[in-house]
C-alpha cells in the first residue's frame, strides 16, 4: 500500500464525501479507490485495460474465417 500526502480543494473534498457516504466507505482513501476504478473502467482505452488482453486472447483462438469461406456461407 502506498501513503501519500495530497491537496484537494472543496469541491473535490465534497465529492469524496459523498462517494464515500454513497458506497458506506470508512475513509475517503477508499473513496479515492473507487473514482480511480470508475475511470479506469469508463475512460482508459481498452488496450490499457487488462480484461481488453484476455478478451484479445479470446478472439484470437476462435474459428476465423477466410474471406472466400465467408462469401461462401453467407452466399
Not at 15 to 28: E, H, M, P, R, S
Not at 61 to 73: A, D, N, T, V, W
Amino acid at each position: 500500500m502506498v501513503q501519500a500526502m495530497i491537496d484537494i480543494n472543496e469541491k473535490t473534498n465534497r465529492v469524496l464525501n459523498i462517494v464515500k457516504a454513497k458506497y458506506g466507505l470508512k475513509d475517503k482513501s477508499e473513496a479515492i479507490d473507487v473514482v480511480v476504478s470508475e475511470y479506469e473502467e469508463n475512460f482508459l482505452e481498452p488496450e490499457l485495460r487488462p480484461e481488453y488482453k484476455e478478451k484479445l486472447l479470446k478472439i484470437l483462438k476462435g474459428k476465423h474465417l477466410s474471406r472466400k469461406e465467408f462469401e461462401k456461407e453467407v452466399a
